[in-house]
């Protein structure tokens, strides 16, 4: 069964230090997001990605945050300088053209900003 | 967005079926009724959607109220591994509109 695989599992990070969080979607999958869940809290929106471009973003995803998809396969997070409260998990996902489609999302990548 | 209502969250027995409500009263026309699951520490996985129709598939059935204003995600059978954070999120059909997440349900199966 296709799925959407991230890496790394987890990274470990100082404060102020530049990360790039990884994501290959599905192959044919044509929309791409990125979320965002704080232990203990709920699964919180950042970006969904279409066509090449930020179709929407939430209020966490300020300046500090980047989207790309560099190569046509992989789509990648970036943190310029993180804080402490970046520290997460971060879980990609991607959908295919039907617009009432399930998302499917990755194992996620545990960031640790000491 | 759309608000849905669940338990925070509820017990059964492994092996019997599990009814997980959820009240969503200002659904509008074109809102889809979507459940996610979050299994401990995974990502979220799908599960079931469905507009006014009642729905089945091999994880679940989703039970759909007449007036919509309501929904009740059935597990037939519930398994250990059916642990998980049960979420019912209303999602239109255009565009390429997000998921927002609740809190959900977590439900614990017990042995």
């Known amino acids: 069964e296709p799925e959407v695989t991230q890496t790394p599992s987890h990274q470990v990070t100082q404060m102020g230090q530049e990360v790039i969080l990884r994501c290959v979607p599905i192959s044919n999958h044509l929309y791409f997001y990125w979320y965002r869940q704080i232990l203990g809290q709920k699964v919180e929106f950042l970006v969904s990605f279409y066509n090449n471009e930020i179709s929407e973003k939430s209020e966490i995803f300020d300046d500090q945050f980047s989207v790309e998809r560099p190569d046509g396969s992989n789509f990648t997070l970036k943190i310029r300088s993180t804080k402490l409260e970046d520290s997460a998990m971060y879980f990609c996902?991607?959908?295919?053209?039907?617009?009432?489609?399930?998302?499917?999302f990755g194992e996620g990548s545990r960031l640790t900003v000491l | 967005d759309a608000k849905t209502t669940q338990p925070n969250s509820m017990e059964s027995n492994e092996e019997e079926p599990v009814h997980l409500p959820c009240n969503h009263s200002t659904i509008s026309g074109t809102d889809y009724i979507h459940w996610y699951r979050q299994l401990p520490s995974q990502g979220p996985e799908y599960v079931i959607h469905?507009?006014?129709s009642n729905v089945n598939n091999r994880m679940a059935s989703l039970a759909i109220a007449e007036d919509r204003k309501s929904s009740t995600l059935i597990l037939h059978r519930a398994t250990l591994r059916d642990a998980a954070v049960y979420y019912c999120i209303l999602r239109s059909n255009f565009g390429n509109e997000k998921l927002t997440f609740g809190t959900g349900t977590r439900l614990t199966i017990i042995p």
């Open positions: 996902a991607s959908r295919g053209q039907q617009n009432t489609g399930e998302l499917f």
């Open positions: 469905g507009l006014t």
